[in-house]
């Protein structure tokens, strides 16, 4: 693998000051805010016609699932993982006779470095700010209370277009700290022949699925392939109403100086972009290879939960 060519975009990519970082931010606030609604940001482009338009273009029928099962055990990217345990029946109770019902509890740190989950505007907090200038103290111990999951409550439903950038070179994945840049979403569209635009959920695979599966869990705080902060031009300048990827769609180390989530501050904070980070898309690659399609209708479904800053998801590509 070390001997083939590799994606443009690797760890020697530019770093930013923060300096050159906030300039980036600033333009990219002024670019999208014409087209972001002030309580559900960037999915104001997914309007009743462009979904209508996305479950048009299903042709299979196919369904795939785009999230990993839940972590329960820990692991070096998930220290402290979801737990699920039996509460029915008891141990000692006699379910030979009658009726009897069998009854789970779950609980799970929703933003983890391993399960598959939506974040809210609310999520990323910057400058004492929220997206859209909402005040930081809004977020309580109690809950947020602006820009929370409320925002997604009827679900996100539209086109979806999956890049492969690993593909593009022949590999089965990135490596931690491969970053991937402008020229690697260009090339990955040309040779997928499919483009991204308005409205769209647009997928970024790196491969982090298949190195964990493969190699084993590794702590992806200190290395993990991602997008470069100014590949979010391009997220921009397609109108992309929702980023998700297999890892959290930043890179580490970080290409900006004292700021650790970049992406995450231009996605979501800047952009007003939903994050669907730490998803799967290794059974989705191989049905988009048979069907020759990278577009899909995309169904995210997030939990209802009140004054919640995200949700565990199961997305549903529909080819």
Known sequence: MSTRARPTARPSSPRLSEADFRQ???????????HADGRRGAL?????????????????????????????????DDPHPASHRM????????????????????????????????????????????????PASTVTPEGAGELTLDAV????????????????????????GDQVGVEDLLAAEEAQRVRAGPGDLLFVRVGHRRRRRELGAWDP????????????RHVAERGVAVLGSDGNSDAAPSAVEGI?????????????????????????????????????????????LRAATGSPVNPIAVL
């Open 24 to 34: 980036l931010y600033r333009e990219l606030r002024e670019r999208t805010a014409p």
């Open 44 to 76: 104001a482009r997914l309007t009743p016609e462009r979904v209508a338009a996305a479950a048009a273009e299903v042709r299979a029928g196919r369904t795939v699932s785009l999230a990993a099962a839940v972590q329960t055990v820990p692991g070096p």
């Open 87 to 134: 509460i029915a029946p008891a141990v000692d109770e006699d379910v030979s006779r009658g009726l009897h019902f069998a009854r789970d509890r779950f609980a799970m740190d929703v933003h983890g470095d391993a399960d598959s989950h939506l974040d809210a505007l609310c999520h990323v907090i910057f400058d004492g700010e929220l997206h859209g200038g909402v």
């Open 153 to 176: 409550a009827d679900g996100v439903v539209g086109r979806g277009v999956l890049l492969d950038i690993p593909r593009l070179a022949g590999l089965p994945w990135l490596e931690p």
């Open 221 to 232: 705080v200190q290395g993990r392939a991602g997008l470069h902060p100014e590949a979010m």
């Open 260 to 304: 650790a989530y970049p992406v995450h501050v231009l996605a979501v904070h800047a952009m007003g972009v939903h994050l669907l980070d730490y998803l799967d898309f290794e059974a989705l690659v191989p049905l988009c290879e048979e069907l020759g399609r990278w577009q899909f209708l995309s169904v995210v479904a997030p939990l209802r």
